[in-house]
C-alpha cells in the first residue's frame, strides 16, 4: 500500500493568515479571525491568534479576508458517470443503471473517449473544494490506469477502483466469469503497484452483490488479504435492491453480512467504505460498528433516485463512522458544498417525515462529515488540529453581502448554501499547492 506520509517529504513549509474554521467534533466549530495557520512539512502546526516567535522565518501567505477550511472529502463518487451528470433523475436505482449508467460505462473500452472524459472530471476535482476522493472507476484495466494517471498529475490524492462485476450487467459491460475479472484485477493492481503512485492508491471494488458472484467477492477477498487493500461497495441503497440480494444470498442475515460472509466488510487490516445505507437497521448498524465500516452518506444521489433518507443521526449516535459522498452521477454535482447542505436538508426531512426523537442535522455537523469524519478514513486528515496532514482550500465570499453574516460561522453555512461554482483561490494537499 502507499504510505502517503511519504509526501511530506516533498511539502512545503509556511504560515497561511486568514479567516479561519475547521472541526475538532461533530459539535466543535473552531473559528480565528484573521488567524496564523502553520504548515510545517505537510503538516499542520496548529491554528494561533498571534503567530507563534518560532514560527517567524516561515513564508507568509496572505489571505486577509479570506474564508480558510480543511479539504473536502468525498468518500463516493464514480468518474466515468461525470459525463452525464444530472440525466435520467426520474428513474429509480436500477432502472437508473440499465437505462444510463451501464451503457455510458460501456463506452470506457474506447481508451480515447475514456481520456476525453476523465479530464474533464479530474478538471472539477481540482477546481473544486475536493482534496480527497474516492472513485469508482469501470471494468476496464486501460481506463482505470489512465484515470489513476491524470488523478496522481492532478496533485490530489485519491483512492481509484477497478469495478468487478461478472453477473446481472450488459453483455458488453460485464466481465466474462469470475475467474476472468479476478485475473484483470491481479493484472491491474500488478501495474498500479509497479507504477509507485505516490498520490493515488488501488482500492478493490466489487461495485455491488447483484452484480457479483459469490466466486468472485470470495475472490476479491483472497486479493484483498494479498495486497493488504481497502475495500468500497454499495449497501442497502434501494428496497428492491435489498431485496433482490436476499434472493441471491439467503444464507444472509442482512445485506451487509452478505459482504462479511466473504470477507470484504472491514475488520482488522480491512479498511472498508459502504455507499448509502438508507435502510441500515439495528442489527446491521450495529455490525457496521463492529466492523469499523466507514458510511458515506450520500445525499443527493439518494433524493434523485428516490432510495429514501439515510438515518445519519443514529449512525452518529451510536459513534459509527460516517463521511459524506457526491455520487456522481446518482448525484448531479461533484461539490462536496452541495452535499453538505443537502446533508442537513435531507435530515430535517427524515426528522419531520420518519423520525421526530431524531433531530435534523447542524451545518456544524455536516461540515464536520465532508471533513473530519470523512477524512479519518485516511488517518489524520479533515482538520487543522496540529498533527494533522495539511489540506486546506481559500474561499472567497466577497461577492456574498456582508449584513446578516457577522460571524465566521455564518459566513461558512453562506457558502455552503449559496455554493454557485467555483470560489476556490487556492488548495494544498498534505502540504503541497495545487495549480488551479
Request: aromatic share 8%; charged share 20%; hydrophobic share 40%.
Amino acid at each position: 500500500m502507499t504510505n502517503y506520509a511519504l509526501l511530506a517529504s516533498a511539502a512545503e513549509s509556511f504560515v497561511l493568515k486568514g479567516d479561519i474554521v475547521y472541526c475538532k467534533g461533530p459539535q466543535e466549530l473552531v473559528s480565528v479571525e484573521g488567524g496564523y495557520l502553520v504548515c510545517v512539512e505537510g503538516r499542520s502546526q496548529g491554528v494561533f491568534e498571534q503567530l507563534p516567535e518560532r514560527y517567524s522565518g516561515l513564508p507568509l501567505r496572505d489571505w486577509s479576508g479570506k474564508l480558510v477550511i480543511p479539504g473536502l472529502i468525498d468518500l463516493h463518487t464514480h468518474a466515468p458517470q461525470f459525463a452525464f451528470r444530472g440525466i435520467g433523475m426520474d428513474l429509480e436505482l436500477l432502472d437508473w443503471l440499465q437505462t444510463y449508467t451501464f451503457p455510458e460505462e460501456a463506452r470506457y473500452r474506447d481508451l480515447a473517449y475514456a481520456r476525453e472524459a476523465y479530464e474533464a472530471f479530474v478538471r472539477e476535482l481540482v477546481h473544486g473544494a475536493t482534496t480527497r476522493a474516492v472513485v469508482f472507476a469501470t471494468v476496464h484495466v486501460p481506463a482505470t490506469m489512465l484515470l489513476m494517471e491524470l488523478l496522481e498529475a492532478s496533485g490530489l490524492i485519491t483512492m481509484v477502483g477497478k469495478v468487478n462485476m461478472d453477473r446481472n450487467a450488459p453483455d458488453n459491460l460485464s466481465e466474462l466469469d469470475a475467474k476472468s475479472s479476478l485475473a484483470a484485477t491481479r493484472a491491474w493492481l500488478d501495474e498500479a503497484c509497479r507504477r509507485e503512485f505516490k498520490r493515488t492508491l488501488p482500492i478493490l471494488t466489487p461495485r455491488f452483490v447483484p452484480s457479483c458472484s459469490d466466486e468472485l467477492l470470495a475472490g476479491l477477498a483472497d486479493a484483498q488479504r494479498q495486497y493488504e487493500l481497502p475495500v468500497q461497495s454499495h449497501l442497502s441503497e434501494n428496497p428492491a435492491e435489498i431485496r433482490w440480494v436476499a434472493e441471491l444470498r439467503p444464507d444472509a442475515r442482512c445485506y451487509a453480512d452478505a459482504y462479511l460472509r466473504s470477507g470484504l466488510l472491514g475488520g482488522a487490516g480491512c479498511p472498508t467504505i459502504m455507499a448509502h445505507c438508507v435502510y441500515t437497521d439495528p442489527d446491521e448498524a450495529a455490525l457496521l460498528k463492529q466492523r469499523e465500516v466507514y458510511v458515506a452518506h450520500c445525499p443527493t444521489s439518494n433524493t434523485c433516485l428516490a432510495s429514501g433518507i439515510a438515518p445519519v443521526r443514529e449512525f452518529l449516535v451510536a459513534g459509527m463512522r460516517v463521511g459524506l459522498g457526491t455520487d456522481v452521477a446518482g448525484g448531479y454535482s461533484p461539490s462536496m458544498l452541495h452535499a453538505v447542505a443537502e446533508a442537513v436538508k435531507v435530515s430535517k426531512l427524515r426528522w419531520r417525515l420518519v423520525d421526530q426523537c431524531a433531530p435534523p442535522l447542524t451545518v456544524t455537523e455536516a461540515f464536520y462529515l465532508a471533513t473530519r469524519g470523512g477524512g479519518s478514513f485516511w488517518g489524520e486528515v479533515g482538520s487543522f488540529e496540529p498533527g494533522f496532514e495539511f489540506d486546506a482550500v481559500v474561499l472567497n465570499d466577497d461577492d456574498l453581502p456582508q449584513a446578516c453574516a457577522d460571524t465566521l460561522a455564518s459566513r461558512l453555512e453562506r457558502l455552503i448554501y449559496l455554493d454557485a461554482g467555483s470560489r476556490v483561490l487556492e488548495k494544498y494537499v498534505a502540504g503541497t499547492r495545487i495549480g488551479l
